[in-house]
T-cell receptor, first 114, second 115 residues
């Protein structure tokens, strides 16, 4: 069974705090993704990584950074959280040999920035 | 311009009836893929069905089928014999090109199945 875990289901932070969202997959997949989901906007890609230490910007990278030191772990970092980063954050991964659209998602982290 | 349009923010359907969720897309690529994902209240996104732009037959997966009309650029999801567990958000998505690492999601349709 494919397993993706995200470090927290719910998180409340204050403006200006540094926030780490962790994603771990147990399938040895190369490709990992971070999305944010907002009502009426669907999912928007923040960053993705196709291998260890590799990262590429998605559609909305501003205000975020990522870290991929190990294959199974892909971290999303908010250097200085702002209220407009209140959102649902979803991590996903896929194996190299599957269609790019067939992704396995984690349960999501609901982040509230006060 | 929106790449994926889902015009129905919400839909209701009676249990055991069929329902169609609309999706239109915009691309100039010849090779692309269309996907539907389901998101229950638990938050996890679940892959449902895939249609490649060169596939001549409509994709089917159990009670799900994708009504692909290439000339009209539409990829509607049909759920037959709705069940209460089908109540969820449904997202249409598109992957452009052969090796696109990212792809675009629509805004979603919330389906509610009534007993």
């Amino acid at each position: 069974d494919v397993k993706v875990t995200q470090s927290s289901r719910y998180l409340v932070k204050r403006t200006g705090e540094k926030v780490f969202l962790e994603c771990v997959q147990d399938m040895d997949h190369e490709n990992m993704f971070w999305y944010r989901q907002d009502p009426g906007l669907g999912l928007r890609l923040i960053y993705f990584s196709y291998d260890v230490k590799m990262k590429e910007k998605g559609d909305i990278p501003e205000g975020y950074s990522v870290s991929r030191e190990k294959k199974e772990r892909f971290s999303l970092i908010l250097e200085s959280a702002s209220t407009n980063q209140t959102s649902m954050y979803l991590c996903a991964h896929r194996p190299r040999d599957r269609d790019p659209g067939t992704q396995y998602f984690g349960p999501g982290t609901r982040l509230l920035v006060l | 311009a929106q790449k994926i349009t889902q015009t129905q923010p919400g839909m209701f359907v009676q249990e055991k009836e069929a329902v169609t969720l609309d999706c239109t897309y915009d691309t100039s690529d010849q090779s692309y893929g269309l996907f539907w994902y389901k998101q229950p209240s638990s938050g996890e996104m679940i892959f449902l069905i895939y249609q490649g732009s060169y596939d001549e037959q409509n994709a089917t997966e159990g009670r799900y089928s994708l009504n692909f009309q290439k000339a009209r650029k539409s990829a509607n999801l049909v759920i037959s014999a709705s069940q209460l567990g089908d109540s969820a958000m449904y997202f249409c998505a598109m992957r452009e090109g052969n090796y696109g690492q990212n792809f675009v999601f629509g805004p979603g349709t919330r389906l509610s199945v009534l007993p």
